[in-house]
C-alpha cells in the first residue's frame, strides 16, 4: 500500500527522558498507524523503548514493519544499545516482535487488588505487627525536605530487582529526580502516594512503596515500585510498607475500585507479598528486545 511516515512533535518530555513520534498515513491521508520512541538518560542512556500501533483493518500490509524501520533508524542515530518493546501474551505483537529480530527477555504478571474486598482487619493486623528498630512514614506528592536525601539514597533498593534478560541499565536517582518525578504526577492532576520504612537508630529510609491514584479518586491507583535496600531484606518490610498503602487508600479514597501492581515472573518474593494480600492475577505481558 501507498504510505506516508510523518514524524511528530510530542509534547511528553520528562526531565531524564524525551520522546520521538511518526504517524502513518494511506494514500488517502488517513491515519493507519503511530510509533513512540522514548530515549532515556540517568543511567539508562542504552536504552528506547518503543510503542506501535496499527489499526486491526490495516494489519498485514507492511505498515508495522515502516514504523518499526522508521524508529530503530532512529535508536541508531541516537546510539542507542537495544530497543525493548511490550506486547500482551496472546496478542498481534507477540507474533510481530519476534518475526522482526526482538526476543522475548521478560514476562510481567499483572495482578489487581479489588478495595471493596480487602479485609480491613487482617490487614490491620499485618501493620500492627512489631517490627523492631523500624517505624513507617508517608507523605503525598513530593518528599519532605527532611527526608529529600535519604528517599533519593534508598532508591538503589530497586537497582537489583529481577529483571530476566533484559537490559534496563541503573536508574541514577537525585534529590533533583526524585522532586521531578513527583512533580510529573502532579502536574497530570494525579495524587502521588509514598509509604517508607524508617531505620529509628539513625533516621534513614531503608525501603519505599509508592502509588498513584487518579485525580478523581475513582477507578483504579496504580503501584509505581515497592523496594527494601538489601542490608535492610528480611524483616518483612516490604509486606509491612505495602500493607500501609492499602489501608491508606482505602480509607482515603472511598469511590476508589481497585489498587494495579505489576512484577517479573521470577521476581518470586514480590509476587508472594502481593498474593498475600490478596492481589489477583489479571493479565501477562511479554518485554521483547532488539539488540542493535
Given at each position: 500500500m501507498s504510505l506516508r511516515i510523518t514524524p511528530l512533535t510530542d509534547p511528553a518530555h520528562g526531565a531524564h527522558s524525551r520522546r520521538l513520534a511518526w504517524l502513518a498515513c494511506d494514500a488517502d491521508a488517513n491515519p493507519v498507524g503511530t510509533a513512540f520512541l522514548r530515549l532515556f538518560d540517568g543511567g539508562q542512556e542504552h536504552l528506547a523503548e518503543l510503542t506501535l500501533h496499527v489499526h486491526p483493518v490495516e494489519r498485514r500490509k507492511g505498515v508495522g514493519s515502516r514504523l518499526l524501520d522508521t524508529a530503530v533508524a532512529a535508536a541508531r542515530e541516537n546510539?542507542?544499545?537495544?530497543?525493548?518493546?511490550q506486547a500482551g501474551a496472546g496478542s498481534p505483537g507477540e507474533h510481530f516482535l519476534p518475526a522482526h529480530s526482538f526476543r522475548k527477555v521478560l514476562t510481567l504478571r499483572f495482578a489487581r487488588l479489588p478495595l471493596a474486598d480487602v479485609d480491613a482487619t487482617a490487614l490491620a493486623e499485618v501493620i500492627e505487627r512489631p517490627h523492631p528498630g523500624y517505624r513507617l512514614a508517608s507523605w503525598q506528592g513530593t518528599v519532605p525536605d527532611d527526608l529529600a536525601q535519604t528517599f533519593a539514597a534508598s532508591r538503589r533498593a530497586m537497582d537489583d530487582m529481577p529483571m530476566e534478560d533484559t537490559d534496563h541499565g541503573t536508574t541514577a536517582w537525585d534529590v533533583d529526580r526524585v522532586r521531578a518525578a513527583a512533580k510529573a504526577v502532579e502536574q497530570r492532576g494525579d495524587h502521588l502516594h509514598t509509604v517508607v520504612a524508617i531505620d529509628t537508630s539513625n533516621g534513614s529510609i531503608t525501603g519505599f512503596t509508592e502509588l498513584v491514584v487518579p485525580g478523581g479518586g475513582t477507578g483504579d491507583a496504580q503501584h509505581y515500585g515497592t523496594g527494601v535496600l538489601p542490608e535492610h531484606r528480611g524483616h518483612g518490610l516490604g509486606r509491612w510498607m505495602k500493607a500501609e498503602?492499602?489501608?491508606?487508600?482505602?480509607?482515603?479514597?472511598?469511590?476508589?475500585?481497585?489498587?494495579?501492581?505489576?512484577?517479573?515472573?521470577?521476581?518470586?518474593?514480590?509476587?508472594?507479598?502481593?498474593d498475600s494480600l490478596g492481589y489477583l492475577p489479571t493479565h501477562t505481558t511479554l518485554q521483547y528486545q532488539l539488540d542493535l
Open positions: 546510539t542507542r544499545r537495544c530497543v525493548v518493546a498503602a492499602i489501608q491508606q487508600a482505602h480509607g482515603h479514597y472511598p469511590d476508589l475500585g481497585g489498587l494495579l501492581t505489576d512484577t517479573a515472573d521470577s521476581n518470586t518474593h514480590m509476587r508472594h507479598i502481593s
